[in-house]
């Protein structure tokens, strides 16, 4: 079977299929999502698919969005972000069809005809965290990547751990604050981050790209990184900082009842001054994160790596694609960090990375994931 071949049985459209990308949204990594679908776009094969890009307003207005790509990019003096127009994009089903219509104020609404898949190039909440595939779920539309539940826990960094530990994966101490707790225990708090011990990461529970994240030496740089953090959320996951590499491992799901793939594990290296970690600028804005893939690793190490990420994967229920990251420690541990349920999805993002070091490059992968929505069905499965 090759790339993008749809089966007998799927109910698919004949001809091209048609993919309305969905990008922006309601979060902090609204902008992370712009750059993202800039890429998919800017690569899609438009002789196999019919491409329609959609963008979320800030607003949560739904827009279609214009096909120049020249300023969906964050080197420039702003971040790139969808417009609000006088024009709404909803999807509805008429006449047994998933349909696009525009619709505006005092005019008829316009239909732009029927949906096969939709790839949501959303990050972070409202998007990557199980809301729009809940959405699409309602709307009996094929969609690419993880479904509800496994969307939302995989958002969750508290949750996630709950669920790792629970599939026998090594997660690091932690403690979980809410916004009650912070509200009216505050020193309780501080009395429990202080058993983790100095260095630790205070992270927003629910967000990506790095918002909201700050490394923390000491008790007089806590209360600072909390409210930084609950910036982005009120619920906030703090970690021990743990000594290790970063290794990140690709998964992509298996076709039918195939396991899930995984690619060769890569290694994360900051360069540069003013980053002590992997924060936002070193990823998006300075560019000063290197991939090296594979990771210089032992044999079984990546082994090991590979078949962990596949744990974690199956753990939370994941479809479609996810990133798995690793610390790999002095004494040949393996403590996993997160799950990424719609990684970093640029040409130079460390996901499309790994496949292209393992043999998968951009434009077959983005084939790959649209094969697998078109070929999912809809509702439990």
Not at 54 to 82: H, M, N, Y
Not at 104 to 132: M, R, S, Y
Request: with cysteine.
């Amino acid at each position: 079977m090759t790339l993008n071949e749809i089966p007998d049985g799927t109910d698919a459209r004949p001809g091209k299929p048609r993919v309305a990308v969905l990008f922006g949204g309601r979060s902090s990594e609204h902008a992370v999502s712009c750059v993202t679908a800039a890429g998919v776009l800017g690569t899609i094969d438009r002789d196999k698919y019919e491409v329609i890009p959609i963008g979320i307003a800030k607003s949560g207005q739904w827009v279609l969005a214009s096909g120049d790509l020249s300023g969906w990019s964050l080197a420039g003096s702003s971040l790139p972000e969808v417009s609000a127009s006088s024009q709404t994009v909803a999807l509805a089903e008429i006449g047994g069809e998933h349909q696009l219509i525009v619709a505006a104020p005092n005019e008829v609404p316009q239909e732009l005809g029927t949906v096969d898949v939709v790839f949501p190039l959303l990050h972070g909440p409202f998007g990557e965290d199980g809301t729009i595939q809940g959405l699409l779920e309602l709307s009996d539309t094929r969609y690419v990547g993880a479904g509800v539940l496994a969307s939302a826990v995989g958002m969750d960094k508290h949750y996630m751990k709950v669920v790792f530990e629970a599939a026998g994966l090594r997660v690091g101490p932690y403690v979980v604050v809410t916004d009650r707790q912070w509200v009216t225990a505050p020193e309780d708090v501080r009395k429990r981050v202080d058993q983790l011990g100095y260095p630790v990461f205070v992270k927003p529970a629910r967000a990506g790209s790095s918002m909201g994240i700050s490394k923390v030496d000491s008790l007089a740089e806590l209360d600072a990184a909390i409210e930084e953090a609950r910036l982005h959320d009120p619920k906030l996951v703090i970690e021990a900082g743990i000594v290790g590499r970063e290794i990140e491992c690709a998964v992509l799901e298996g076709r039918g009842n195939s396991e899930p793939r995984t690619s060769l594990p890569g290694e994360i290296a900051v360069a540069g001054e003013g980053h002590e970690f992997y924060d936002f600028n070193a990823k998006y804005v300075d560019d000063a994160a290197a991939l090296s893939c594979p990771a210089d690793i032992p044999e079984d190490a990546i082994a090991r790596v590979r078949e962990l990420a596949a744990v974690a994967f199956d753990a939370v229920g994941a479809e479609g694609l996810s990133r798995v990251d690793f610390f790999y420690t002095p004494d040949g541990d393996l403590i996993i960090n997160e799950i990424n349920t719609m990684p970093g999805f640029t040409p130079k993002s460390m996901y499309p990375q790994m496949w292209a070091a393992s043999g998968l490059n951009y434009g077959e992968l983005i084939d790959e994931l649209i094969f697998l929505a078109l070929n999912r069905k809809t509702g439990l499965r």
